[in-house]
């Protein structure tokens, strides 16, 4: 079984590099660059339309595992041929991404592109798709209450399907947190939930991911970017991921420990709408404040931000692994560090930034 898994995760890389190669070249050809504007850190001619590959190499492993792998008539993967209403996910996934790669050439009104995604979290809803319990305690206690795992499941695709779109706005930033992110679900799934069709699917999407950002990386610079298409896509999986061990499995991803292992972009979007909340401004108004932008003013390099950032997320996906692995008291200590190293360091962050840019007003010279 490790052989076939390697294979198909090889895949899933190569075919990747191929498809984001061809998009990179037909970009060129044809002119399909991503518009300069204030809120952009990048400059020159670079497509952004990488998202087709990582995102067709997935959604064909997907497709495979779920309608090709068994039907064969060797069992390849024991124990864990993937159920029919995965179906409603798959069609949900290709329906945000086709939606964000026509935004990426069209640019789509914000509430057409919500409806898109609320379509999306409802297809992923009616075949029961929904987180069991917020921490280890399940929704099925609460009796009547049960229905809340619905509106939070719905809040969270949503968030999170938005909240990887918010930070993609450095070379190699979403890809490569959303890699490691992806590895520590693909742990989590083998040695404490032990499913391994879920494995294999957390880590073809690090190796699709992984084969854009060849391109994708500052060594110098990004070659391109991966478009709405490709965040928004990539936000909606990683939504996806800790709600597929769901039907008759003993383990059950609690809500709080998939936030604390995702933090990166969940802290920055609510920093995103607290900040222009408190400005008067409307919660969808795009600036340059968010966590690339503050690291990017007190001197770091991309490549600085990228390591600082990717530091954090292994630091996050160790104690949500700890946490997950433990048991009672424990367990919600390693969560509790989770929160709070992320909230330190976006408070750490947010001052340390204020009080710079509050000094050089008062010092224009």
Not at 303 to 317: C, E, H, P, S, T
Request: charged letters at 10%; hydrophobic letters at 55%.
């Amino acid at each position: 079984m490790v052989f076939v898994f390697g294979i198909i995760i090889v895949a899933a890389f190569i075919v990747s590099i191929i498809i984001v190669a061809q998009i990179l070249a037909l970009s060129h050809k044809k002119s399909w660059y991503d518009p300069i504007d204030d809120r952009k850190i990048h400059t020159g001619e670079v497509p952004r339309l990488g998202g087709i590959g990582f995102a067709s190499a997935f959604i064909g492993i997907c497709f495979g595992i779920t309608m090709i792998i068994p039907l064969l008539p060797v069992q390849i993967l024991p124990g864990s041929a993937i159920h029919l209403p995965f179906l409603f996910p798959l069609i949900a996934m290709i329906l945000v991404f086709v939606s964000g790669v026509f935004d990426d050439f069209r640019p789509m009104a914000p509430r057409y592109k919500l409806l898109t995604q609320v379509i999306a979290a409802f297809l992923v809803l009616i075949p029961g798709y929904t987180f069991r319990s917020i921490l280890f305690i399940d929704f099925s206690i609460l009796g009547s209450l049960n229905w809340l795992r619905y509106p939070l499941t719905f809040l969270w695709i949503v968030g999170l399907t938005n909240a990887v779109n918010l930070i993609d706005g450095l070379d190699g930033l979403a890809g490569g947190v959303s890699v490691l992110a992806a590895i520590f679900f693909a742990l989590i799934f083998a040695f404490i939930a032990n499913n391994s069709t879920m494995v294999l699917i957390c880590l073809c999407l690090a190796a699709s991911l992984m084969g854009f950002l060849i391109f994708n990386l500052p060594f110098p610079r990004a070659r391109i970017f991966m478009g709405d298409g490709g965040s928004q896509f990539l936000g909606f999986i990683l939504a996806l991921l800790p709600l597929m061990n769901t039907f008759g499995e003993p383990f059950s991803f609690p809500l709080l420990y998939a936030a604390a292992l995702l933090g990166i972009p969940i802290f920055d979007t609510f920093s995103a709408i607290w900040r222009r909340l408190r400005d008067g401004q409307r919660i969808d108004n795009p600036d340059r404040l968010h966590i690339h932008h503050k690291l990017l003013k007190l001197g770091f390099s991309t490549r600085g931000v990228d390591a600082v950032l990717y530091g954090l997320q292994i630091i996050l996906g160790v104690l949500v692994f700890a946490a997950l692995r433990c048991k009672g008291g424990q367990s919600l200590v390693f969560l509790g560090m989770a929160y709070v190293v992320t909230t330190g360091f976006f408070a750490a962050i947010h001052f340390v930034t204020r009080a710079m840019m509050k000094k050089q007003k008062n010092c224009p010279g």
